[in-house]
């Protein structure tokens, strides 16, 4: 299992946020965590990716292991520029003042000196054709789905393997939508592992191969998402059937 999460026991102050969910994702995956608002999903993302307080909760028990190695002890920069993961955050936290161009570039501060960052501002560019049109726009300027490329498209600028995506359909245009998830299935295909969160469950678990549901901090069912789909506390709660 590339992803690992065992046990895991989380609490914001003495409040416990998750109790003690365990789930896995292997190597050039798509998998998602669905579940109502307040159901641990983001809390999931913040401790995998160890984000320090006041952001992230306390790890109480558990553990989270990539590649076998535990990643408890792992600072949050060490999961980035060592163990190519990148997330891209729920409302995007990109830097308004800031020309799209210099939100890409601020995502390349942990590379090796004199890395070429060339191909990588390619290849964001041919995923997302819009932020080529408005590379040198203040990001404040661009639509909410043409931010929401610019998070997805900084996460890629870190050469992460393994992208972490926290609500990326939150307030798009369905054509802005299917551009991104467009863009998300072709970076799959090139190899890389998505761990999704998403409202829409419909269209993530469209989108994903396997699926994990929360509810209130715990796993309540897991499967493929072809019979996630089916499932009747799926369909009930989610998928309005």
Known sequence: MYLEVRDLVVKYGNIEALHGISFGVERGEIVTLIGANGAGKTTTLHSIMRLPPPEAPKVVSGDILLD?????????????????????????????NLTVEENLELATYARPKGSSVKDDYDRVYALFPRLAERRKQRSEQLSGGEQQMLAVGRALMTRCQFLLLDEPSMGLAPLLMYDMFRALKQLNAEGMTILLIEQNAKLALTFAHRGYLLDTGEIVTSGPCA???HDPVVKKAYLGG
């Open 227 to 229: 019979e996630l789909m």
């Open 68 to 96: 076998g190695k535990s990643l408890l002890k792992v600072p949050p920069h060490d999961v980035v520029a060592k163990l190519h993961m990148a997330l891209a955050p729920e409302g995007r936290h990109i830097f308004g």
